[in-house]
C-alpha cells in the first residue's frame, strides 16, 4: 500500500496534526519517511482517526506492537514505525 498519498501522513485537512512536516520536537520515520513529531506523542495518538483500528497491524522499531500498548507507548527521537493496512482477497 502506497502510503505517500495518505492523507493522514501528510497531516491533511480534517486530521488533528500530533506532528508536523516541520516544527516538531523530534523526527521519527513513519514507513520510511521521515516526521517531525511533539515530545510525549503516543503510537495511540498517532494512529488516532487516521487509520481504521482492527485493520492496522504497528510495527515499532522492526516489532509488532500490540493495539493494547498502543496508548501507553510513547515515540522517542529516532523511533521508526511501519503501519500495515489488512485486508482480505483471493
Known sequence: M??????A??????????????GGNMVI???GKDVSASAGLT???????RFER?????????AVLPDTLW??????????LEIFTLFGGG
Do not use: F
Not at 502506497?2 to 492523507?7: T, V, Y
Not at 501522513?9 to 496534526?17: C, D, E, P, T, V
Open 2 to 7: 502506497d502510503l505517500s498519498r495518505c492523507a
Open 9 to 22: 501522513l501528510r497531516g491533511g485537512a480534517g486530521y488533528g496534526r500530533p506532528y508536523e512536516a516541520n
Open 29 to 31: 520515520k513513519v514507513n
Open 43 to 49: 503510537v495511540d495518538g498517532l494512529i488516532d482517526n
Open 54 to 62: 482492527g485493520k492496522i497491524v504497528v510495527a515499532l522499531n522492526r
Open 71 to 80: 496508548p501507553g507507548t510513547a515515540l522517542n527521537e529516532g523511533d521508526a
